[in-house]
């Protein structure tokens, strides 16, 4: 256990205390001032990144470029922290909902994004008026280091706003228990959220999860399949087949299955695998061996089950202690046990169908429900995908991939992924207490609903 954590702990109230009395457009003034710092950074803040999570340049840039964003979008958020005022029933009273902050936000963060995810956080908390202890994964410590360092320049008596905790499995269940947290935003596999989940359920406390997602596309066969590969190249293979949003299950119609799985054949036989340091690069290695090993196991059990699988062999690319891998495409005439689970590594199972309600339904039967898409030019069928009777997901697209979401809308997802919603949108809200405030200016005390209760 970190010797420290109480202490973070109480030095996070107290910096609360006094951010709290700031006014919401000065805490966005401090956020700009941020993201002026990030943007200086932003080069070494890329670098940091790709050292760390071996994530590839662009990806990194991009990465960096998402925290900047979401810096953006709390300055201006600092002045829209609305609440509603309603008619009342009674005269000469007013109805509103005022938003107050929470207090300490923890923030548990995965490798994958070390730095936007916590962003998505920290931009909205902080404007809101709270302060946070972000946890990261130890497979990102500088990267959270290299944030809390642009914080500290700009951030003069308040630099205890973000505080760091480092440790493993035992700081993210003392944070979970600690009633001293206001909320708990965690990030990560969905087995991780159901481990810490009834830990501040317990206390009833507050619970923001994104947790994994088994994501599925569907090309339907008005698709633009030039448009389409791309799509899926980059949702299945994109940081090595290590994102949430990660595209893993494709079902293809029918008529047009021949012609698209000898496209992502050549697509996936033409990515360029190497270290993510180089700019040629298009994917790096997968974190760890553990990573590594896991790919292995599902690749095994498929082919001892004489499922076609093409790619997913290890590469050896330089560092002989790195895992790079080729993306596997995994052909199956029906859905497997495996395509159920989601197995963070770049593995793409393949189906055919034939209607767009056999589609759907095969989409939506998993337990997560994080990020989907449908490639195709029928307004029809991407409406259909869109409605109440379509897709399950929280994130639904037309004719783009999975991944790589924007950060003005929510992010986040149904079912198994957890429910919570980040970034944009009404997001902000996880962040802050509603109150409901009755003002009455008159000088009679009508109750609500009629009732009478007469002293005399």
């Known amino acids: 256990m970190n010797k420290n954590y109480d202490q973070t702990v109480k030095r996070s109230k107290d910096i609360f205390i006094k951010w709290r009395s700031i006014p919401a457009p000065q805490r966005g003034e401090y956020i700009r001032k941020f993201g002026e710092e990030l943007r200086a950074k932003k080069d070494y803040l890329a670098e940091t990144i790709t050292k760390e999570a071996r994530k590839i340049q662009t990806e990194s840039q991009g990465e960096v470029q998402e925290a900047i964003d979401m810096c953006d979008f709390a300055v201006g958020l600092s002045r829209q922290l609305y609440g509603l005022t309603m008619p009342s029933e009674r005269p000469n009273h007013r109805l509103q909902e005022l938003w107050h902050p929470l207090g300490v936000v923890g923030c548990i963060t995965a490798f994958n994004f070390p730095m936007a995810v916590f962003a998505w956080n920290f931009c909205l908390a902080?404007?809101?008026?709270?302060?946070?202890?972000?946890?990261?994964?130890?497979?990102?410590?500088?990267?959270?280091?290299?944030?809390?360092?642009?914080?500290?320049?700009?951030?003069?008596?308040?630099?205890?706003?973000?505080?760091?905790?480092?440790?493993?499995?035992?700081?993210?269940?003392?944070?979970?228990?600690?009633?001293?947290?206001?909320?708990?935003?965690?990030?990560?596999?969905?087995?991780?959220?159901?481990?810490?989940?009834?830990?501040?359920?317990?206390?009833?406390?507050?619970?923001?999860?994104?947790?994994?997602?088994?994501?599925?596309?569907?090309?339907?066969?008005?698709?633009?399949?030039?448009?389409?590969?791309?799509?899926?190249?980059?949702?299945?293979?994109?940081?090595?087949?290590?994102?949430?949003?990660?595209?893993?299950?494709?079902?293809?119609?029918?008529?047009?299955?021949?012609?698209?799985?000898?496209?992502?054949?050549?697509?996936?036989?033409?990515?360029?695998?190497?270290?993510?340091?180089?700019?040629?690069?298009?994917?790096?290695?997968?974190i760890s061996e553990a990573s590594y090993q896991s790919m292995q196991a599902i690749l095994t059990s498929l082919k001892d089950k004489k499922i076609e699988v093409i790619g997913g062999e290890r590469l050896e690319i330089e560092d002989p202690k790195e895992y790079y891998v080729k993306p596997a495409l995994v052909l199956v005439d029906k859905v497997e046990d495996e395509m159920l689970q989601e197995t963070f590594a770049p593995i793409l199972y393949i189906k055919t169908y034939k209607e767009i309600n056999e589609a759907i339904q095969m989409q939506n039967d998993v337990s997560q429900g994080l990020s989907s898409s449908i490639f195709t030019n029928d307004m029809r069928e991407s409406e259909l995908f869109l409605s109440e009777c379509g897709s399950d997901c929280g994130i639904a697209n037309v004719n783009i991939g999975t991944s790589g979401a924007e950060i003005g809308g929510a992010f986040g997802g149904e079912k198994d992924t957890g429910g919570g919603r980040e970034s944009g949108s009404d997001a902000w809200k996880n962040y802050m207490r509603r109150v409901t405030a009755t003002v009455n200016y008159g000088d009679e005390l009508p109750l609500a609903q009629g009732v009478e209760f007469d002293e005399s």
Request: hydrophobic share 40%; with cysteine; charged share 25%.
């Open 126 to 286: 902080a404007v809101c008026g709270n302060s946070v202890i972000w946890k990261p994964s130890p497979h990102s410590n500088l990267c959270a280091k290299g944030i809390k360092d642009a914080w500290d320049k700009v951030s003069d008596e308040f630099a205890d706003l973000i505080l760091i905790l480092e440790g493993e499995k035992e700081e993210a269940v003392a944070m979970c228990e600690d009633p001293a947290i206001s909320l708990i935003s965690a990030t990560g596999s969905t087995q991780m959220g159901k481990e810490l989940a009834p830990l501040v359920s317990k206390r009833l406390g507050k619970l923001l999860l994104e947790l994994g997602g088994n994501n599925a596309a569907i090309v339907c066969p008005s698709a633009d399949l030039d448009l389409t590969i791309k799509g899926i190249a980059f949702s299945a293979c994109g940081t090595t087949g290590q994102r949430c949003t990660s595209l893993r299950r494709l079902f293809v119609h029918e008529d047009i299955y021949d012609d698209c799985v000898t496209r992502l054949k050549t697509c996936f036989e033409e990515l360029i695998i190497g270290c993510p340091t180089k700019e040629s690069s298009q994917i790096g290695p997968l």
